[in-house]
């Protein structure tokens, strides 16, 4: 039974291959200094209406991301970037 059960898995991989999601590295992050008060770099992790870019566009790791997030969010309290675009 487990015989059978393995050639049938196989040959369902064979039909359906995996495919895996393309990220997409808009963004180059390697070099840059992540700070609030570089509010020139922060807005190339926003879009055009004003929300936060997620991981799969920016290509960015999960913590260099929190980085990103938590960095921007300060700049807007500081009022060195909008909260909204219009």
């Known amino acids: 039974m487990s015989e059978e059960f393995k050639e049938e898995h196989q040959k369902e991989q064979e039909k359906n291959p995996i495919k895996f999601r393309y990220r997409k590295k808009i963004l180059d992050i390697r070099g840059i200094e992540i700070d609030y ?4 770099i922060l807005q190339r992790f926003i879009s055009k209406t ?3 870019l997620p991981r799969r566009m920016t290509g960015a790791s999960a913590k260099i991301q929190r980085k990103i997030a938590r960095e921007i969010k300060r700049a807007r309290m500081a009022n060195l970037l909008p909260f909204t675009k219009r």
Do not use: C, L, M, T
């Open 37 to 40: 008060r570089k509010p020139e």
């Open 50 to 52: 004003g929300k936060i």
